[in-house]
């Protein structure tokens, strides 16, 4: 059966380069066209957009990527092995698909694109955290991407989108609501992957705010929820005792009873905390 852009079906493509999924690249791949050109477009429109790709494998995204009307895509791979099948797809879109050998945690593949630009990527596992991070905290915002739209296991997309108050809320959920909007967009079962994983996934859309919502040093404001939410079941008084002295009067003057816990405190208390807080150094 013919595929919409020429290209073979992505089964034949992983028969004919022999790209056996490795476990330790994270690697679960996507075969269905419709469902990846379904993910591209949920990241809205492309058109007249850079696009970076992280982990591009035998190519599904990517060509849902430049099928929906990328105009340049950045596609940087790990695994040597998927080379030649992205050649391939480099051949049909002419001059509009690079792709980068190497790993996505070395290097600052932002500084190559030109804005507008979109992040758009059914990650690794093993290294989709820690991308989100460095995305969500440049030094300067708003940042050179306008949104990131990320495959996540499903529970790691809770904990994106979680409100205060519920099991999933804590770092991340701050993190990202600071300076975005973060939306579910779609949940998928392991089924839709080959092979399967072992859980759900869902992609998740994130918007970069031109500001962040309510002001407080980035530095600052990482540290308090890290120390908040690493003994989240305490009463802040407790678990931010050593953050300064007089933590209680510090606790009052931002609006948090010193006897909550930290799940129990939104994005504009824990930001009103930062602002009482010294930068370190
Ligand atoms: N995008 C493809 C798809 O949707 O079918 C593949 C997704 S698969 C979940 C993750 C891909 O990321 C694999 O192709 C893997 O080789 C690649 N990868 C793993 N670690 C990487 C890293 N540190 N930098 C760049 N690519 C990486």
């Known amino acids: 059966m013919g595929t919409i852009d020429g290209l073979p079906p992505l089964r034949e493509v992983i028969r004919t380069h022999d790209l056996v999924a490795k ?7 996507l075969l269905d066209l419709n469902l990846t050109a379904k993910i591209a477009r949920s990241a809205g429109d492309l058109s007249g957009y850079d696009v970076l790709e992280v982990g591009p494998g035998p190519g599904g995204l990517t060509r849902g990527l430049l099928v929906e009307g990328a105009r340049h895509v950045l596609a940087v791979e790990k695994d040597a092995r998927c080379l030649p099948a992205l050649a391939e797809v480099a051949a049909v879109y002419p001059g509009r698909l690079q792709v980068i050998q190497g790993d ?4 600052d593949l932002l500084a190559h694109l030109t804005p507008p630009i979109k992040v758009i990527a059914n990650l690794p596992y093993n290294v989709g955290t820690e991308l989100l991070i460095r995305w969500l905290t440049p030094k300067v915002w708003p940042p050179v991407w306008q949104s990131l739209t990320l495959m996540f296991q499903k529970e790691v997309a809770e904990r994106i989108v979680a409100k205060p108050r519920t099991a999933h809320y804590g770092r991340l959920a701050l993190l990202a609501q600071w300076r975005c909007d973060a ?3 779609m949940t998928l079962p392991p089924e839709a992957f080959t092979p399967a994983p072992k859980v759900h996934s869902a992609v998740v859309h994130l918007t970069a705010l031109p500001a962040p919502r309510f002001p407080a040093d980035a530095a600052v404001l990482q540290r308090v929820t890290a120390m908040a939410f690493n003994q989240r079941r305490k009463m ?9 002295p007089g933590i209680d009067d510090v606790l009052v003057a931002a609006g ?10 939104g994005l504009e208390g824990f930001c ?10």
């Open 256 to 265: 948090i009873e010193p006897t909550a816990r930290a799940e129990e405190i």
């Open 236 to 244: 802040l008084r407790s678990s931010l005792k050593g953050l300064m």
């Open 272 to 281: 009103a905390l930062a602002r009482l807080v010294q930068p370190e150094g």
């Open 183 to 185: 939306r579910i967009m």
């Open 104 to 107: 996505a945690l070395e290097l």
């Open 23 to 29: 476990r330790q690249l994270g690697q679960n791949f």
